[in-house]
């Protein structure tokens, strides 16, 4: 079992940034792929960005590449997400999921662990 709790969500003006936070509890989480996800009310839940085990490869939704950042420390067993330019469509409930795969995929179904979700809003 993974236990992961989110942190960094908040109150933020568009154009500012955030960094997210995934810290990991129990197995050895260096092993498991990460990623972020969000859900905006009344909308489907989203991918954001996946990264494997060692951080060498990592995957982004068109829609925050180039804006959002994933990344790990596995000696810290967090995820990170670092969001720059953010817009008030970027508000939303955001995810942190990992699974013991090597590979970072890019659907919510690939990921058996999440956490809770922290909440992100973006005033205009």
């Known amino acids: 079992q993974v236990q992961l709790v989110e942190s960094g969500g908040g109150l933020v003006q568009a154009g500012g940034s955030l960094r997210l936070s995934c810290a990991a509890s129990?197995?050895?989480?260096?092993?498991?792929?990460g990623a972020w996800f969000r859900q905006a009310p009344g909308k489907e839940r989203e991918f954001l960005a996946a990264?494997?085990?060692?951080?060498?490869?990592?995957v982004y939704a068109l829609s925050v590449k180039g804006r959002f950042t994933i990344s790990r420390d596995n000696a810290k067993n967090t995820v990170y997400l670092q969001m720059n330019s953010l817009k008030p469509e970027d508000t939303a409930d955001y995810y942190c999921?990992?699974?013991?795969?090597?590979?970072?995929?890019?659907?919510?179904?690939?990921?058996?662990?999440w956490g809770q979700g922290t909440q992100v809003t973006v005033s205009s």
């Open positions: 999921a990992a699974d013991p795969s090597s590979h970072p995929g890019s659907s919510e179904y690939e990921y058996g662990y």
């Open positions: 129990g197995r050895t989480f260096s092993a498991y792929a």
């Open positions: 990264i494997s085990w060692s951080g060498d490869i990592t």
